[in-house]
Every structure is written in structure tokens, then in C-alpha cells.
């Protein structure tokens, strides 16, 4: 399935959310859809860049924030804008995924 192949996922990745003093830790997988081969194959190519750029991202947001399901769409918005940005190719990320977003 040509779609499948789009999509790249990070896995396993744990930060500590803005002002939780290291008391707090996010764990998530991400999955971006990519418009295509060759914007996922510049995404994987870059992966540990990328990795450091959506941690960063999303370790600057409060645990109250990570919780709140009504900001989890705006947070796939922001993060595809960052990587597409990174990537320096408008709308390279179609879509973003969390199968994986458990705050502890």
C-alpha cells in the first residue's frame, strides 16, 4: 500500500513537560504522513534531528497543556508546520499521528 509507505514513525520518545520539574514524563510514538517518497525519505534521513526538533516541541508545553485533548489538534498542526519547515518544503507532512501519548 503506497499510503503505508508515506508514513514515518518515531517511536518510544519521553520528555519531561515544561514545569513539571522532572517529576512528570510524557511517552509517545509520532507518525508523520508525508506528501511523498521522497519527503519521507529526507524525514528519515534526518531522524535524529527531527527526533530533537518535535521533543523540543512538545517539552515546552505544560502537562496541563500535553493533557488537554482540544489542544491535541492544534499540537499535529504545529508539529507538521515544524518539520515541513525543517525540511524547508511547504506541506511536506500531510498528517500527524500519536498512536502512542501516555502522561505519567
Known amino acids: 500500500d503506497a499510503a503505508t509507505s ?6 518510544n520518545l519521553v520528555l519531561n513537560p515544561a514545569e513539571s520539574g ?7 510514538t509520532i507518525a508523520f504522513e508525508m506528501k511523498d517518497q521522497a ?5 528519515k ?6 527526533r530533537d ?8 508545553r505544560t502537562v496541563e ?5 482540544a489542544l491535541r489538534d492544534t499540537l499535529k498542526v504545529d508539529l507538521a508546520k515544524l518539520v515541513s519547515k525543517e525540511l524547508k518544503k511547504k506541506k511536506a507532512v500531510k498528517r500527524v ?3 502512542q501519548f501516555v502522561i505519567q
Open 6 to 11: 508515506l508514513v514515518y514513525t518515531m517511536d
Open 22 to 28: 522532572g517529576t512528570r514524563f510524557l511517552l509517545f
Open 39 to 43: 519527503q519521507h525519505d529526507a524525514l
Open 45 to 50: 534521513a534526518r531522524d535524529a534531528e527531527m
Open 53 to 60: 526538533v518535535v521533543i523540543a516541541a512538545l517539552g515546552s
Open 65 to 69: 497543556q500535553l493533557a488537554d485533548m
Open 97 to 99: 499521528y500519536f498512536p
